[in-house]
């Protein structure tokens, strides 16, 4: 958590420093995350949403504490000391209850912050932002705060309780892209105004004085603002930094504080350290790590296809694809429904739906029987060129096994290392 905090001390010192948060539950992805932090010598945050983890279990089925234990137990796998690890919390707040009252959505929001406090996470965003049953829009800022407030208090109340203190470090914002990427397409962003950026802070230290979370608030290092960055089925919305002076401007102005940037999934190289120099020191990355991971077991069925007899194939495309189709939740609401190709929505689009299926039970046993089977015979070159092209150089130049296992981690490491460049290019020796 110091190094952290140092990163975006430094970031506002004018060095280009930040840190980058991955925000997903697969284990191949946790992993690559770690192996990059390795590589680097530098702190992994690792951070689960509130549809993912809750105190009901999400859709991982698992419990805050029961995610804690999983990180840690692969970065035990891996020899990476769990102690530099950070865990956050990401959209902590009424989203996953926005069907019913306010007040009970509410109450459960307070039970899912303790739990999250309980089980040793450091890092809260409070997003209270969105709409309950009975709310009338817009919601206005004091409410949106007043919420934050009451959802603070719970959080620090279970730190003091539980380990004697309170070091959470919070995020708060109200232009808060929604969880898991936006629902339809995108024609156009707007950049958060300053105004709206100086109303919020505002409002949120007013609120949170009167309800006596002083030391709280000292510890609120980031917002989430809207710097003109997301993405949707097939487009990418690239950063613009000439139109993010007046953002720029005004973190570098305020002390304590540095921007969150949420959906930056899939951002050109010079986007993400343009990013950082502005005062996004805080990057998320989701659906682009679980869209590499695609990629890679996609690209490795192809190759078990020229491979391995029909009757012995995972089948591995075929079964996401029913098992998608079996149980539509996942992707039914997030794609257009009068086109006529929704298999490519369900397999390549950006939003990557496909990732909230890849604990499925049936899904899983092919992945293991992909792997299995690749890793029975030795892959020819050729084929590795053909559908991996990158980890191919990598094979050759023998810095990478010629393994399923290792192709699959390398593939999800490119999207790492664009990170991890941008957060840590001018104050780190990279490890090459």
């Not at 991955?22 to 390795?38: D, F, N, R, T, Y």
């Not at 339809?184 to 004085?209: G, M, Q, R, W």
């Amino acid at each position: 958590m110091n190094e952290m905090i140092e990163s975006m001390l430094n970031n506002k010192k004018g060095i280009p420093s930040g840190i980058y948060s991955v925000c997903c539950a697969h284990p191949l992805v946790i992993e690559a995350a770690l192996l990059q932090g390795l590589a680097d010598d530098s702190p992994v945050l690792i951070e689960a949403t509130a549809n993912q983890v809750n105190q009901f279990g999400g859709y991982t089925n698992m419990l805050p504490a029961d995610f804690v234990s999983f990180v840690h137990d692969i970065a035990v796998k891996v020899n990476y000391p769990t102690d530099r690890i950070i865990l956050g919390g990401d959209h902590l707040g009424p989203t996953c209850w926005t069907k019913e009252p306010a007040a009970e959505a509410m109450e459960k929001s307070k039970k899912l912050i303790e739990t999250y406090v309980a089980a040793g996470f450091k890092k809260i965003h409070l997003d209270t932002s969105m709409q309950c049953a009975d709310d009338t829009l817009p919601l206005s800022d004091e409410t949106v705060a007043k919420r934050a407030a009451m959802l603070c208090q719970v959080a620090e109340q279970t730190a003091i309780r539980q380990f004697g203190k309170s070091d959470i470090i919070y995020i708060v914002g109200t232009e808060v892209p929604p969880p898991g990427g936006a629902k339809e397409e995108i024609d156009t962003l707007e950049v958060t105004p300053v105004e709206n950026v100086n109303e919020t802070l505002s409002v949120h230290a007013k609120i949170f004085a009167e309800q006596g979370l002083h030391d709280a608030w000292s510890r609120v290092i980031g917002l989430v603002v809207q710097p003109g960055v997301e993405f949707d089925n097939f487009t990418v919305f690239e950063y613009d930094s000439s139109k993010a002076q007046a953002l720029k401007n005004f973190a570098a102005n305020t002390a304590g504080l540095v921007f969150e940037a949420h959906s930056t999934d899939y951002q050109p190289a010079e986007a993400y350290k343009a990013l950082v120099r502005d005062h996004f020191a805080i990057l998320k990355v989701g659906p682009q790590l679980t869209f590499a991971l695609r990629e890679a077991l996609f690209a490795l069925s192809f190759i078990e296809q020229e491979l391995v007899a029909p009757d012995a194939q995972s089948q591995l495309r075929e079964v996401c694809e029913q098992v998608m189709l079996n149980e539509k939740g996942g992707w039914e609401s997030f794609y257009p429904q009068d086109q006529q190709n929704l298999a490519v929505y369900r397999r390549y689009s950006f939003s990557d739906r496909i990732r909230y299926y890849w604990n499925n039970e049936q899904i899983q046993t092919a992945v293991t029987k992909l792997f299995a089977n690749l890793s029975a015979i030795d892959m020819p070159l050729p084929l590795i060129s053909q559908f991996m092209p990158s980890q191919y150089d990598a094979v050759i130049a023998k810095k990478l096994d010629n393994a399923p296992k290792a192709l699959v981690l390398n593939k999800i490491m490119q999207v790492t290392q664009l990170y991890a460049d941008a957060c840590y290019f001018q104050t780190k020796q990279r490890v090459k």
